[in-house]
């Protein structure tokens, strides 16, 4: 996986959602870099990071282990948002010894409905080849009706070279990979479902759906050490919402339970 690290200290994994890129987490890397070796990573099949066409949490969870291992980081603390929660949380239950804290952000290890339908056809419906700027993907993105929010985080992705556009992301891998990556593999009604037994955080946005009370047997079956927190008057973009009390709630945690 492409990745960029900075600072010096103990290891923190920062790891974005979809259709994002190692940017997104860059205020929290900023925070945490004084006192931390940060490395920030372009999840496969994003950003510069290589394109699969398999991609599921087991393999995920793989890659942040084999990139620890190139760095030779025997332990790290892990913090993920939304997708990249689910990658954190994977790591953290199949690789216990190699994840000193877990922080997962406005994410559930469980199942979700499809909620993108609509992100996937306003990028399908952008004709890059006859695309002249960003101001006309960004109209046809609003025509499509998503609202400008998601519209100026999906740009990010959108890159321009003397041959014209394209996406940094895999758009096509990432749809047929798609039923997996709202999927989760870990079934807490088997004899032998996983858990992760140290530190964890989950972080929700007071405003979001995407942890619900609905999924507190799932996570305290599956994270028994759990804590949480929620951060009022954000949604599911709450580190972006609110990122000096997100940066802090993250940075106390690791603080909190370095070293363990």
Known sequence: MHYISSGQGSAVILIHGLFGNLDNLKGLSKSLEKRHSVVRVDVPNHGLSPHWQKMDYPLLAKAVIELMDSLQLSRAHIVGHSMGGKIAMATA??????????????????SYQQRHDKVFAGLEGIDLTGLNSRSEALKQLLAAGLDEGTVQFLLKNLSRTDQGFNWKMNLTGLKSCYRDLIAWYNDIEADDFLQYRKPTLF??????????????????????????????????????????????????FITKHEGK
Do not use: C
């Open 93 to 110: 239950l199949s690789y216990p010894e190699r994840v000193i804290s877990l922080i997962a952000a406005d994410i559930a290890p469980v």
């Open 203 to 252: 972080i929700r946005g007071g405003d979001s759906d995407y942890i619900t009370s609905e999924h507190r047997q799932a996570i305290m079956k599956q994270f028994p050490h759990v804590q949480a927190k929620t951060i009022e008057g954000t949604g599911h973009w709450l580190h972006a919402q609110k990122p000096a009390i997100f940066n802090r709630i993250v940075s106390e």
